[in-house]
């Protein structure tokens, strides 16, 4: 091999020791950056959001790298739990019709909302959570909590994504066939702001698939982690997630490991 090479035993072995110490330095240096951004994630990110984030930063290394000293160090993200699923469309309110039909890629924002309700458990009773999603950004652009899962929960959440996005006419808006959405007041906004109801088919959850996933996110993510003693700490924490860490931090592996929010920031850039 040296004699191939036109170089010495001696400095053959000193190039090779040279380049193990350069190797090593460099795999103590990613780790700590490993370290600190699995920490700001509240230990959630894995290795490939863990790369994208690296990548953002200037250090382009390889997913196989990260993945061997996440495992050497036992960082992992958190095990996520079973999520369950519930919607409530027992009602004869009328039902408008599905105009989507799975076909969750949009070419702009504010073209399509996609909307649905959850709930959280805390030690004083139910806290419910209705959420707007943009379905091009994956953006949560609107949300509302209450006690009582009624109308206005949505209604709230409804006008707090219109103040907020200011959206043009012709919005179709998509949630499943719950009770609170085919409701008279919830119609009434729509129609209002002259948005468009499109609505899943029954009992096909697929069909809210963008939003379903939001929730399930959520809530192996936060929510399944923590006992709420009381809904304004529930509040609090959802708000945190939502506001502090989803939209602007959480990188999306549907967007290409963008946030929501730095991923409609290049939207605008592209169509200045």
Not at 245 to 270: A, D, G, M, Q, V
């Amino acid at each position: 091999m040296c004699k191939t090479l036109g170089v010495t035993r001696s400095g053959y072995h000193h190039y090779l020791k040279n380049r193990y110490r350069k190797r090593k330095l460099e795999n103590k240096v990613i780790l700590e950056l490993i370290k600190q951004i699995w920490k700001n994630s509240h230990h959630l990110y894995g290795y490939r959001r863990i790369h994208a984030e690296l990548h953002s930063q200037g250090l382009y290394c390889n997913r196989k790298r990260i993945l061997r000293l996440m495992h050497q160090n036992n960082i992992a993200a958190k095990t996520k739990k079973k999520f369950k699923r519930t919607t409530n469309s027992n009602h004869s309110n009328y039902i408008s019709p599905n105009l989507l039909e799975q076909n969750f890629r949009v070419n702009s924002s504010n073209e399509v909302w996609v909307a649905d309700i959850t709930y959280i458990s805390t030690y004083e009773g139910w806290l419910y959570l209705s959420v707007v999603i943009d379905l091009y950004s994956r953006k949560v652009v609107g949300w509302s909590m209450s006690n009582r899962m009624t109308s206005q929960l949505v209604i709230d959440s409804l006008e707090y994504a219109i103040a907020d996005r200011k959206p043009e006419v012709g919005l179709i808006f998509h949630s499943d066939r719950g009770s609170q959405y085919s409701s008279v007041e919830f119609r009434r906004s729509l129609k209002r702001n002259r948005i468009i109801q499109s609505m899943s088919g029954k009992g096909n959850c697929y069909d809210n698939a963008v939003a379903e996933s939001f929730f399930h996110t959520l809530k192996t993510e936060l929510v399944y982690w923590i006992r709420y003693k009381t809904r304004k700490e529930a509040r609090s924490s959802i708000f945190a997630y939502i506001e502090g860490f989803y939209n602007r931090r959480r990188r999306h592996s549907y967007l290409n490991y963008f946030s929501p929010s730095n991923f409609e920031i290049l939207y605008l850039k592209k169509v200045a």
